[in-house]
């Protein structure tokens, strides 16, 4: 039976920065022995376009992409659905992570925006910004109708908790624990993704398994017909997966699929 199978990026297709953010080869050729086997093989990650192409240059061939948790898709060549903050509702946004004093990475398909150094609020983010040595960044004030999503930080979380009661009519949040939270507009997230890719391909979402490690993969792998969790998970995905594979970097991949006896 054809399955439709999602895999986040980091910490699940490569390892981490102590690991080069590598994929292993055995990652790369069980998921190419499954797609021969006729699985539909995708990445569900909460990275926008701009990060996939740069993170993943040599990433072997997937059958698709659902990029910035489900806000674009693309399947083969084709882009099925892309969703960006009009202009009007992405400056009300910047007024308020400047209002409450928050730090944030605004992620679009084509740029990533953040402020200048020196204006950012609090040294945590400036430090985390400042490890992109490679990226080049637009400015906050080019970013309004150029964002789909972002990610951001504040010392005190009653500065996020009071931002999202202003914007939790237009805004979900993803606590990524540490002060950092991702946030994505209303309705979003890998499992919408996943749930649309499912009804285009004619898959029933029983059919369908999640693969990943983080708490941005919660809705996927609670929406998937299997959840699968990476051996270096954070204990709220280990809690919900079916089943536990090593790690990436311990050919997590590979063994999760021959569990799922997809190879």
Same mark, same amino acid.
């Given at each position: ?11 699940? #297709? ?35 376009? +701009? ?9 072997? =061939? ?6 910035? $948790?489900?806000?674009?898709?693309? &399947?083969?060549?084709?882009?099925? #659905? ?9 400056? +009300? ?6 209002? &409450?004093?928050?730090?944030?990475? #605004?992620?679009?398909?084509?740029? #990533?925006?953040?402020?200048?150094? =020196?204006?950012? &609020? ?21 970013? /309004? ?6 990610? $951001?930080?504040?010392?005190? +979380? ?23 939270? =991702? ?52 204990? /709220? ?5 079916? &089943? ?20």
């Amino acid at each position: 039976m054809k399955k439709l199978l999602f895999f986040d990026i980091d910490g699940t #297709l490569i390892g981490d920065r102590a690991h080069g953010h590598r994929m292993p080869e055995s990652t790369g050729k069980a998921i190419e022995l499954a797609r021969q086997n006729g699985h539909v093989c995708m990445v569900n990650t909460g990275r926008t376009d +701009r990060l996939v192409r740069n993170w993943l240059p040599d990433l072997l =061939e997937f059958d698709g992409y659902l990029m910035g $948790c489900g806000t674009m898709i693309v &399947y083969g060549d084709d882009v099925l #659905l892309h969703h960006t903050f009009d202009a009007r509702t992405a400056e +009300r946004i910047i007024d308020g992570l400047d209002r &409450y004093h928050i730090d944030a990475l #605004l992620e679009g398909q084509d740029n #990533l925006f953040v402020r200048e150094p =020196e204006t950012m &609020y609090t040294k945590t983010f400036r430090d985390y910004i400042m490890a992109f040595k490679d990226k080049r960044f637009g400015e906050f004030g080019e970013a /309004p109708g150029h964002f789909d999503k972002f990610f $951001c930080y504040a010392d005190e +979380r009653e500065s996020v908790e009071d931002f999202m009661a202003e914007f939790g009519n237009v805004l979900d949040a993803i606590d990524r624990e540490g002060g950092f939270f =991702e946030i994505v507009p209303k309705g979003f997230s890998k499992a919408s993704g996943m749930r649309y890719m499912a009804e285009y391909l004619g898959i029933p979402m029983e059919d369908t398994v999640a693969i990943g490690d983080s708490n941005n993969d919660l809705p996927m792998l609670e929406a998937a017909g299997c959840a699968i969790a990476m051996g270096n998970s954070s204990k /709220p995905v280990l809690d919900i997966a079916d &089943y536990v594979t090593a790690a990436v970097e311990e050919d997590g991949i590979r063994k999760a699929l021959e569990w799922l006896g997809v190879i």
